[in-house]
């Protein structure tokens, strides 16, 4: 469910003078997070290990992977914006701020 729709309920939540969005639309949003979490866990399996004598430390994992794992640890963390309005949907500063504007606007 989360497909692009989560911030403009935020932003419909937030003109209507709520502080959290409704416990359905939390739940439903909370769903289809876990949703796709799984369907990007079935596409990003963990590696099996490597045939030979056993290696010590942790094994190298994608990007994707370690990603999948955050989202999988955090859900809390990354959905926090839905349950207290004054957490920005996103960190993104110059996003934020309606500064950086337009696909070829680079800094340095």
Not at 69 to 97: E, K, Y
Request: charge should be neutral.
């Amino acid at each position: 469910m989360l497909q692009g729709g989560e911030d403009v309920a935020v932003e419909t939540a937030r003109e209507a003078g709520l502080a959290a969005l409704p416990d359905a639309d939390l739940d439903r949003f909370h769903q289809g997070y876990l949703h796709i979490v799984d369907v990007g866990d079935a596409q990003n399996p963990v590696t099996a290990p490597a045939p030979g004598p056993p290696r010590r430390g942790r094994r190298k994992q994608s990007k994707a992977r370690n990603l999948l794992d955050r989202f999988r640890d955090h859900p809390d963390g990354i959905l926090a914006f839905m349950r207290d309005f004054a957490v920005p949907f996103t960190n993104n500063w110059s996003h934020a701020a309606g500064g950086i504007t337009g696909r070829n606007a680079t800094c340095g």
